[in-house]
């Protein structure tokens, strides 16, 4: 990751930077992936991209009024339930349709699209079928535009239990764990994995470009147990100087549709 200036820490647009001179794979700590996820939708908006597609936004778009407002984006929440859209602020453009319906998809960049930028957070992880996914992502772009996903990535402990427990018992400990939480959407993870060489080619034989594929170690799940959290960030650290990529909690992965 980028070296902290002398001005302070780097931001999280100069670490997104910083990583471009490294090849498309980096790694880092958990604490910068939302500031690297967000580094790299603002240099998107800044950079001319207009028209922007939030698929799985629901409730919670990415984007908010005001930088939509702002820097004038064309911009629609794309989600397989009207429930959940419902329940997005008033002022947002909102469309139904599961990702992975060809009819559903055809309808939305015909009506909406094709799009410079298609952008997930918390949305790869719940779709069934991986492939087809980011096959569905790449038909909605426009010839050089942009895909950015940030999503959960196996085989990181918590993720790995989510997978194989079943839905009652992951979703009591989500809730005690986080009180706040009262939903919780079926996981599947596929095709949601670190940067591994074989994840690379699977996106690169749909026809994208990789342009960054930053995988992260860490994860906030231990942080009630001292000890484990302890030992959890021991291991993170370690990691961070001996990656591997079957070991990410968390990437962030931004691909191209070649002109």
Request: charged share 20%; net charge neutral; aromatic share 12%.
């Amino acid at each position: 990751m980028a070296q902290t200036p002398a001005g302070g820490a780097p931001t999280g647009l100069e670490k997104l930077q910083a990583l471009s001179g490294n090849g498309p794979v980096s790694y880092g700590p958990v604490q910068d992936a939302e500031p690297l996820f967000r580094a790299q939708l603002r240099t998107l908006m800044e950079g001319g991209a207009r028209s922007f597609c939030d698929v799985g936004g629901g409730k919670k778009p990415i984007a908010s009024l005001e930088e939509i407002d702002r820097s004038g984006l064309d911009y629609v929440v794309f989600d397989a339930s009207q429930e959940e859209l419902d329940k997005a602020p008033d002022g947002y453009h909102t469309f139904q349709g599961s990702i992975i319906d060809t009819d559903a998809v055809s309808r939305l960049v015909h009506e909406r699209g094709p799009f410079d930028v298609v952008v997930s957070r918390w949305t790869a992880e719940h779709i069934p079928d991986g492939k087809r996914f980011h096959e569905q992502v790449f038909t909605m772009l426009r010839p050089g535009g942009t895909a950015v996903h940030f999503f959960p990535t196996l085989y990181s402990l918590p993720f790995l239990f989510n997978r194989l427990l079943s839905p009652q018992a992951s979703a009591a400990i989500l809730f005690r764990a986080n009180p706040w939480r009262h939903t919780k959407f079926l996981a599947y993870y596929s095709w949601c994995r670190g940067p591994s060489n074989r994840q690379t080619r699977r996106l690169e034989e749909i026809g994208f470009s990789v342009d960054h594929y930053v995988g992260f170690f860490g994860h906030g799940f231990y942080a009630k147990v001292k000890p484990l959290d302890v030992a959890h960030r021991a291991v993170a650290n370690v990691l961070l100087d001996h990656p591997l990529p079957s070991l990410t909690s968390f990437a962030l992965v931004v691909l191209t549709r070649p002109v």
